[in-house]
């Protein structure tokens, strides 16, 4: 559950824009594409810290104590998209962003650029 969480997390904040959007609209592609490279602080669900680094050629890391994960990230169709092997169990994971108070939002996650 952590790891998925924790992926779910990755994904949302690869959608920050450096230059927002206005509060409550999602991020389009290109605002998504802007955060990039970068490493953002996620919470999960409320409660799960993750210290996510994505890299401009695709590259994901995902670190919370005791485990970390590799994977790739994309943008399509203005929602980010996380693949990691143990916190996405493989799985494709996509979530519209939500630009907020300095922070981002998106399904089941928060986070903010480091």
Not at 33 to 44: E, M, Q, Y
Request: with cysteine; aromatic share 8%.
């Amino acid at each position: 559950m952590l790891k998925r969480s924790a992926i779910c997390l990755a994904a949302v904040l690869c959608f920050a824009a450096l230059s927002p959007a206005r509060a409550g609209d999602p991020l389009t592609d290109q605002e998504l594409l802007r955060l990039f490279p970068g490493t953002f602080r996620a919470v999960v669900k409320g409660k799960f810290q993750v210290k996510v680094t994505l890299k401009r050629d695709g590259a994901i890391l995902g670190e919370v104590p005791g485990l970390q994960d590799k994977g790739r990230w994309t943008v399509q169709n203005g929602e980010l998209c996380i693949v990691m092997p143990n916190m996405t169990r493989g799985r494709v994971e996509c979530s519209s962003v939500v630009a907020a108070d300095g922070w981002y939002k998106g399904r089941n996650v928060v986070f903010q650029k480091l």
